[in-house]
């Protein structure tokens, strides 16, 4: 079985739009685009981890468009760009034919029934980076293993959230945080069955 794991950049408000620079997305009016590059530093970049084992990109058309736009053009020894043009990369698209990054691999129709039978087979990790609209279904049919969020300290207001209102109710255990000198939280959850609720205060009678 292939885990699937979510790696996400957010506001403290849950954005995850544009995090990479200001033309990156500003669909919708979003005029923040770049909102990650002031927190960057040494302590941020090592923490994802996922790039340093095999994994598949797991993709949604619109950031799909973004990376095949940045990173074919990227020099052979980028370290990122060197692995994204290489490894295999599923998109959930309505337009198959119009994929054009080398290893690229449509997903249409049932999407998530076709996530579900990818997970069942053989081969690496399965990867998400961005792709708000695949993660809201891929949370609404329990489909993720593991999120990888860094939480940064900045407020956004508007633009696509990581969560959305189809999202599954469901525990979740910390695995693991790290708190970077520039006030950016790694940590990594993975599932722990249903939501826990309780009281404060004295039992009811009975």
């Known amino acids: 079985m292939r885990p699937l794991i979510a790696a996400a950049f957010v506001s403290l408000d849950g954005v995850m739009q544009a995090p990479g620079g200001p033309e990156e997305d500003p669909s919708g009016g979003f ?3 770049g909102w990650v590059a002031p927190f960057w530093d040494e302590e941020t970049n090592p923490f994802m981890g996922v790039f340093d084992q095999p994994f598949d990109l797991l993709l ?3 950031t799909y468009d973004i990376f095949a736009g940045y990173w074919p053009s990227m020099p052979e020894d980028d370290p990122i760009g ?3 043009n290489r490894v295999t990369k599923y998109v959930a698209t309505s337009a ?7 290893n690229s691999v449509a997903l249409t129709g049932d999407v ?4 579900a039978r990818l997970k069942q087979g053989e081969g690496p990790p399965l990867l998400t980076q961005g792709s708000s609209v695949l ?3 891929l949370l609404e049919h329990g489909l993720i293993d593991e999120l990888r969020l860094m939480t940064f300290p900045v407020l956004l207001g508007q633009g696509r959230r990581w969560f959305g209102d ?3 109710p469901a525990g979740l255990t910390l695995r693991s945080s790290i708190l970077s000198g520039t006030g950016v939280v790694s940590a990594i959850y993975r599932p722990a069955g249903e939501v826990q609720t309780g009281a404060f205060g004295p039992p009811p009678e009975a």
């Open 31 to 33: 005029a923040l685009g």
């Open 60 to 62: 949604g058309r619109r």
């Open 82 to 84: 060197s692995v994204f």
């Open 166 to 168: 189809a999202s599954r």
């Open 96 to 102: 198959p034919d119009t994929l054009d990054w080398a």
């Open 135 to 137: 993660l809201h279904a």
């Open 112 to 115: 998530p029934a076709q996530i």
